[in-house]
């Protein structure tokens, strides 16, 4: 293949992940549930096929799902370590939120309605409902004050979403109805 079949490939590749990122996704191997949402463009790494996303769940921009530990070629070749790598599957839970920019490395499970801020790094696995913040495995509580004024803010959106509208993806009210059901503090 040539350079301007390389080229056309990718470019149309990065056309269809912008245009539908879940089928993009579907397509390149990545197991997603339904009623998800992707904003954006997400990196799926290189072994995209490794990376399982539950249903209703969303991913902000610039999210980055790495499946393999690069860091092993460091010393690959050393006695003893010949050929080693490390590769993990990544699997995010049903109802969750990753926030922008967030980096999720190899072998983390997401468990269901969790949210990972944006930015964070996740390098080990979170518990159910739980919100994770800041840099590897640190995890945030949830102050249930939150939770309420989540909620509120959520009913003040719906009511403000004009009637002939609802029916649009994303403004069918299910934030809304997924909210009560998050666990949210003590």
């Known amino acids: 293949m040539g350079k301007a079949a390389r080229f056309c490939k990718k470019f149309l590749g990065l056309l269809e992940q912008q245009a539908n990122p879940i089928r993009y996704a579907r397509?390149?191997?990545?197991?997603?549930?339904?009623?998800?949402?992707i904003?954006?463009?997400?990196?799926w790494g290189s072994e995209p096929w490794l990376v399982t996303i539950g249903n209703h769940t969303a991913l902000s921009f610039d999210c980055t799902f790495i499946t393999h530990d690069g860091a092993t070629w460091g010393?690959?070749?050393k006695p003893g370590y010949e050929n080693i790598v490390r590769f993990g599957r990544i699997s995010v839970g049903d109802d969750c939120f990753i926030g922008a920019k967030a980096t999720i490395l190899p072998g983390v499970h997401i468990g269901a309605n969790s949210?990972?801020?944006a930015g964070?790094?996740?390098a080990?696995?979170?518990p159910a409902g739980e919100v994770w913040g800041g840099g590897a495995r640190q995890a945030?509580?949830?102050d249930p004050r939150l939770c309420r004024k989540m909620q509120v803010m959520a009913r003040e959106i719906r009511r403000r979403i004009p009637k002939g509208k609802r029916d649009l993806p994303g403004n069918d009210g299910t934030c809304l109805r997924r909210s009560r059901s998050v666990r949210c503090g003590a």
Not at 27 to 37: A, M, N, S
Not at 39 to 43: F, H, I, M, Q, V
């Open 75 to 77: 010393f690959r070749g």
């Open 115 to 117: 949210i990972i801020a």
């Open 140 to 142: 945030t509580d949830v």
């Open 120 to 122: 964070a790094v996740v």
């Open 124 to 126: 080990s696995s979170v």
């Open 39 to 43: 904003s954006g463009r997400t990196n």
């Open 27 to 37: 397509k390149i191997g990545v197991r997603i549930g339904e009623g998800c949402r």
